[in-house]
């Protein structure tokens, strides 16, 4: 599988974004889906994943703002960020993992989002 990551951007504090995640080929219902973020200074670090069939878990940061959510039919998945903080500023990656081979991981190119005022 591949990823191809959109939606970032720039957003005042308190707005929201919806990030993308499509993936190509035909394995993405096999795949666990998850979001991680970088950012400037910091470790890669897991925002929010979502199982193959739909269960999902957040870091404690963003639970109660962020949704992840997946269309298996659409080959995507999504993260819907609201309430946004300048801290949530970063570089954020979608990350799919086979859910039968724990190691076989593809990452997304990343996109950035920028919350300021």
């Known amino acids: 599988v591949q990823l191809q990551a959109s939606g970032g951007g720039l957003v005042q504090p308190g707005g929201s974004l919806r990030l993308s995640c499509a993936a190509s080929?035909?394995?993405?219902?096999?795949?666990?889906m998850g979001w991680h973020r970088q950012a400037p200074g910091k470790q890669r670090e897991l925002v929010a994943r979502?199982?193959?069939?739909?269960?999902?878990d957040y870091a404690d940061a963003v639970k109660g703002r962020f949704t992840i959510s997946r269309d298996n039919a659409k080959n995507t998945a999504y993260l819907q960020m609201n309430n946004l903080s300048p801290d949530d500023t970063a570089v954020y990656y979608c990350?799919?993992?086979?859910?039968?081979?724990?190691?076989?991981?593809?990452w997304g190119q990343g996109t950035l989002v920028t919350v300021s005022s």
């Open positions: 080929g035909s394995t993405f219902s096999l795949t666990h």
């Open positions: 979502i199982t193959n069939i739909g269960v999902a």
């Open positions: 990350r799919a993992t086979n859910i039968y081979k724990g190691d076989e991981v593809t």
